[in-house]
């Protein structure tokens, strides 16, 4: 145990229980808001990494504003000030998420948050550094202990959110009860207001002038460590999905980090060895005992050395804290800092815009060993020596992704929704279009074979028996990919696609040819596919299929009972809808069933496996939906069935969703 363990006092209760409390309803924030603004995005999974950029940096103005306060102010005016600034933030929160104001993504997602929540998040930013601050004014001793117990409250805060609050409670019930816990957090620092707290600068200056500030390792290692958590958030959400659940468990091994190191505890570096590697072996056995897939083996060992590389980093950083509690609200606003420098390394508005993989995962894993390096060797004097070998890798590494992506790859682009590629096979005459890790469309590159339908809409797929078997004069198309599904349209038609990126629109028309030699009329319509069904007239269209749902990042707006709503409205009478749910990691066709019947809709669904050697052609799972019995006689007969639905599972709605129940364990 550490020398400074104390019996608790009164003011350990109250400070230790409000740092708790405001992280707990910081971290509860954080992920309500990402709820919240996710469907005015798309579901793009780098709105969580564009969110968490946001968080730093309103964390950094925390703490300027907690450094502030506790450097100009006594402790009963910082209380008092504080007090009514919380009032405010209460009294003033909007009731809703403000209108769109930019045309870029990020700017606009940026601001919004800041109109949305920027006030009460600042304020429960500062309760670590303000707590820390008063608590040692009280007790006069180290008080670290506040900083453990504020990641406590924020694990405590995800956690329950994801597990309870998610699936239990619709948006505006959560809400509401956050507003509760905030009052209460309130009065916690009310109830401050009647110790006898005292400060005595003369004393605190004279130690903070004996020891050397160490700014730049206060700032170089949380950034290496945000920087890696940033990655792995970002690459987990676009393989599984982008959703509470996912966000938080890399998140919950970064701050179970820092809630270990900064207990107070000090475990030698034998026991923290000792006890990664007898979790690598549960973990493993785990995995072992449920035969878990290749993508959850793959996750579960990358959250793992994400835990393992931020206990070396925080380990680092504990070490190096300031003993003057004077400094104490430095070294915090440093290590923001530092986390702001390190999300912004790997989010779309990086410097490092690279297209070749996960170039984010390299990025964040060379920022990470040049920041550990350097701490590590920095009283030796061979700081400088590991930041040349850190960039030398760094050069390594981008030398050779981009080498390998230059043997197959046509063009590259990285933006807010993710990272394309277009690539060659030419062994097999293909292009191909990926979208992080998902095919999103093939194209035989022989000549005479270039409008062949490939991936989800050969010959032979339920899509291609919808769209032979339904002749449609006015098609309504959710996902463009490239155009592959408009291969095989009439003359005469017409086909209107939904997409979501115009990036999207320019590589299916600048690389491939679907969209060029359609026969069809054919019209794009970006954004998002909800707003702007909405401004089509009703009975618009005669069949209507969404293909949004097989990437990382499936857009649950799109899957409500209120969507489904909008679908049927927008079709002409007895018109029908088809959905394709070949997602890798979440079950939908349950979760559609009950929001097409909510819609007064009947649903039937099918299946087909293609010969897994045959790269051209994709397995896949697609749901029809309609009120025309007829079409459901004829569908039945090729072999469509009704999908079952698990006992116990509620319909989704625009305010409640339980993603945990969707998950494919």
Known sequence: MSKDSKP???PDLIFCSAAFLGSFLLFQLELLAGQTVLPHYGGSYYVWTVCLLFYQLVLVAGYAYALLLSERFPPKILLRVHLVLLAAALAFM??????QTFGNPVLDLLWRLTLFIAFPFLLLSASTTLCHKLLSDASGRSAYSVFAWSNAGSLAGM??????????LPLTSAAMLWRAFFVIYSLLFAASMRLGLHSNPASANAAAAGEKPRYFLWFILPAGSAALLAAVTSYQSSVTASMPLTWMIPLTVYLLSYAVLFSGMEPRVNTLRICLFSLLFVLAGLLWRFESSLTTILLTLLNWALFFACIAAHRELYLVRPRSAALAPRYY???GLGGVAGTALVTPVGALR??????????????????LAYA????????????GFSTALLAGLLALGLKLSGETQVFGLRNFYGIYRVEDDKARGLRRFIHGSTVHGIQHLSAGEELKTTVYYSAGSPISEVLTAFPAAHVGA??????VSCADARKGTEWVFYELDPDVVYIARKYFTFLEKCRADVRIVTGDARINLQKEPSGRFDLLYLDAFTGGSAPFHLLTREALELYRSRLKPGGLMIFHVSANF??????LRLSASAAGLQSLAKTISFDPDDPARLSSEWLAVTANPAHLRKLAKTGWSAPTVPAGRQVWTDEYRNVLKAIKW
């Open 354 to 371: 690279l297209s070749f993989g996960f170039a984010d995962l390299y990025i964040a894993l060379v920022a990470f060993i040049g920041a």
């Open 586 to 591: 979440l079950n939908l066709m349950p979760v």
């Open 478 to 483: 959710v996902g463009l990919g490239i155009g």
């Open 8 to 10: 608790l006092t009164a």
């Open 94 to 99: 909007p009731a809703s998420f403000p209108a």
């Open 159 to 168: 956690l329950s959110y994801s597990l309870l609050l998610e699936p239990g």
């Open 376 to 387: 590590v060797n920095h009283e030796r004097g061979l700081g400088l020596r590991a930041m």
């Open 333 to 335: 606003l440093m290590m």
